[in-house]
């Protein structure tokens, strides 16, 4: 018998992946999620048959949703995490050397669990000493705190099940009250060559709220197309610039330079921010 | 019934698409060239099961392999396109405002005729007065040839089939005889996640050969992981400057912005080609 996952990533189109193993395979109060040992990349996390994360290519997503904001944010010491219950982002940010303490939001206590028992590279960080877990809605808990964060990070699924607030001009306005005077927010904001219009109602809503508005690219191949954005949300600082040279040669995507490229955008996606299509 | 085409992109990973319908499917004396009419990129044409270009995304391959040369070298009057035969490189080419003279040498006449019969957005440029399109083998026609291209450009399926050669130490030697004294050449060389190996092969190859060598990335989201590279062999120039200013409104993924940011390499490729994995 030959297994194989494969994510419907639009309704035309399958990525297949051959399987080794089942780990997990649950309904949780939140969403369906699987574990999955795969040929290609390792271990996989599925949040609703959408690849979250694997073994092979986690560093790209972790290191960039994280490390533009850590490293142009001159003084990230208090840092939000909403959603990314698996543990890699929190990584990225305890291991930051300007960070004091990483607090992480996570509404399904399952995917912690998940990273817990098959992602230990991923989970680590849940019991590192500035790391703060807390399983709770992160837009209540957003709400419930003001001119609290340097930095908060949403690392969240689609805008669809419990995601799907996560993307709403209300939530953004009170990350921006969450967020201190200079503050800076990230949110991951799907492929340009597919979701146009998860970008444009990312971009747009955080336009409408942050003086500085700006996005950039990464290259991830568990994602639709490949090619995923990052919208950045910012009261004071252009995170094009570099504040802080981290010279860290154990990140695998992430460097300064690569960090002023990504913002570098081809014309078709300039286009999309700019509400030109 | 559903009718889907999939490509294993690796033995590990299929890539699935569904068809609408079948427009040509043969055996040529090369390789086996179909022609399928996608829902999520138009038409698609694939050589040995493998997707060469769709008409959704095929402006980013085409504009990538053509635009950082012709943008970099000076006076890129002759331009020599080995395989390519689908016409969308040699539109870029012919376009291009100091291009004289755009010659195309594809070994197999059936993707020509592909391209006139399916992909008239390509195939337009076959009777561009500034082209020539010959049929017969790049590596012959390289050889018979000596100083006489500013930039020649290597459009090939995978170092397999017909195209093996066209990886090989030897042809390179030959590309650089053909070139004039600061001519420039290009080649497709793979995925850095999935294709490490022709990286290292392509960029070695050539690095022996050109005093300079560098490797740029692009996102291409039917081709495998969804990140490409080039490689690029000068005589003279440094392929990361744009010595003239194209602005060209009509080119979706290409500009002088994005020819720079497109050489900032993350690490991990980075030490591909500095030999370091």
């Not at 193993?21 to 048959?49: C, I, S, W, Y």
């Not at 709770?136 to 957003?142: A, L, P, R």
């Not at 009170?174 to 492929?191: F, W």
């Amino acid at each position: 018998m030959e297994l194989w996952v494969t994510e419907y990533q639009t309704p035309n189109l399958g990525f297949s992946c051959r399987v080794k193993a089942t780990l997990r395979n649950e309904k949780t109060p939140f969403q369906h999620l699987a574990v999955v040992e795969t040929e290609q990349f390792g271990r996989m996390l599925l949040l609703d048959g959408m690849v979250m994360t694997t073994d092979v290519d986690e560093y790209v997503y972790h290191e960039m949703i994280t490390q533009v904001a850590l490293n142009s944010h001159p003084h990230p010491e208090k840092v939000l995490i909403i959603g990314g219950g698996d543990g890699g982002a929190l990584r990225e940010v305890v291991n930051h050397p300007k960070v004091k303490k990483g607090t992480l939001v996570e509404i399904d206590e399952r995917v912690i669990q998940a990273a817990r028992d098959f992602f230990p590279a991923l989970a680590c960080s849940f019991d590192h000493p500035k790391a703060e877990v807390i399983v709770d809605d992160g837009v209540k808990f957003v709400k419930e705190h003001k001119n609290t964060f340097d930095v908060i990070l949403v690392d969240s699924t689609e805008p669809v099940g419990p995601a799907v607030e996560l993307f709403s001009q209300n939530f953004y306005r009170d990350v921006y009250e969450a967020l201190c005077d200079d503050g800076m927010l990230v949110v991951q904001s799907e492929s340009p060559f597919y979701n146009r219009d998860v970008i444009k109602m990312a971009f747009t809503g955080i336009k409408n709220v942050f003086p500085v508005c700006k996005l950039y690219l990464a290259s991830i191949p568990t994602y639709p197309s490949g090619l995923w954005s990052f919208t950045v949300g910012s009261k004071k600082y252009d995170p094009e610039e570099v504040s802080f040279v981290y010279e860290n040669p154990q990140l695998k995507y992430y460097s300064p330079e690569v960090h002023k490229a990504v913002f570098k955008l081809p014309p078709f996606v300039k286009k999309i921010v700019e509400g030109d299509e």
